[in-house]
């Protein structure tokens, strides 16, 4: 469904707004945090990530559901989104399970004596294993993840669902919600975004990604949107123009990487012009222009 002009609702009647208000509002939070956020009516539900850090190589891989090798647990596919150390900032399962971190905290947090260590990256190993926002919280509490002393995650579900879990005196805080929400270094925005048009849109999301953009030395560096129903994946490197990917299909080739600079040239997703079929490469790019306003399928 497309539209020949701006709804009421659309993103382009509220992004002068926000751009305007972004130098104000946006250092409420450390400078080095990122924005990460989940549209959602129930229906769809798009989970949005802006990552802000320094300039290193950026990378999206993939890595194919397996069988663990001491207990009987299947291991989701997973693709993972994140720099040259292959640390998985975030990253989304062939579940419709997403997370992604917001940095910039200090908090006390301690470990408690049951909680089991984990090999590797622990959020890594939660979308590996999970595939509801419950069961991520129910690792959480039962295995270590120092990050919560300096950052908080952010999980949602192909249901809408979402959880944000971080540190308070010591002991986690889990904050869940079945609502569009989120939070980091555009936060102040994205609450004022997020009560004009919550709506599980592309180009709303790609208006809200653009609006809380980070400049300075830790600077938005990629950009990405989960379709946690479809398994489709959107990422880029600059303000518009986003790779689209299948999860499906990419995990179907085996486990591989792809550099985020080194995408195909962009093709520009108008209004009036038809969704393009979903590609199982990164060489299908679109724009998604806020002034597009086309709806999610």
């Known amino acids: 469904m497309s539209e020949s002009a701006p709804r009421p609702g659309s993103p382009t009647r509220w992004r002068a707004l926000l751009l305007a208000l972004a130098a104000f509002l946006a250092p409420v939070v450390p400078s080095d945090a990122c924005t990460i956020f989940l549209l959602t009516d129930g229906q769809q539900a798009l989970f949005c990530n802006n990552e802000d850090w320094e300039n290193k190589p950026i990378c999206l891989w993939f890595v194919p559901a397996r069988q663990q090798s001491r207990i009987s647990q299947k291991r989701y596919g997973c693709a993972f989104v994140g720099f040259g150390s292959r640390w998985g900032q975030g990253g989304m399962n062939t579940e419709g399970l997403a997370y992604d971190w917001v940095a910039g905290y200090q908090v006390a947090w301690r470990r408690a004596p049951e909680m089991k260590s984990v090999s590797g990256n622990p959020a890594e190993r939660m ?6 926002v419950e069961e991520a919280i129910a690792f959480f509490q039962t295995h270590w993840e120092p990050s919560f002393s300096y950052a908080r995650i952010l999980i949602a579900d192909r249901t809408g669902a979402s959880v944000v879990i971080g540190a308070a005196d010591g002991r986690l805080d889990v904050q869940r919600s079945t609502a569009s929400r989120g ?5 102040a925005i994205l609450d004022t975004a997020l009560a004009h ?23 938005t560096r990629y950009s990405n949107i989960f379709d946690l129903k479809t398994g489709t994946i959107f990422v880029s490197t600059d303000r518009l123009h986003f790779a689209r990917l299948d999860l499906a299909a990419e995990l179907e080739r085996g486990r591989h990487s792809y550099d985020l600079r080194t995408l195909a040239k962009p093709i520009e997703l108008r209004s009036d012009a038809p969704e393009p079929a979903r590609a199982s490469t ?15 399928s």
Do not use: H, M, V
Request: aromatic share 4%.
């Open 197 to 219: 048009d919550p709506s599980p849109q592309l180009a709303n999301a790609a208006a809200i990604l653009d609006t809380t953009r980070q400049s300075g030395r830790y600077a």
């Open 127 to 132: 979308l590996e294993q999970c595939a509801t």
């Open 282 to 296: 990164a060489a299908s790019t679109l724009n998604l222009s806020p002034a597009s306003n086309k709806q999610s």
């Open 183 to 187: 939070c980091g270094f555009g936060g």
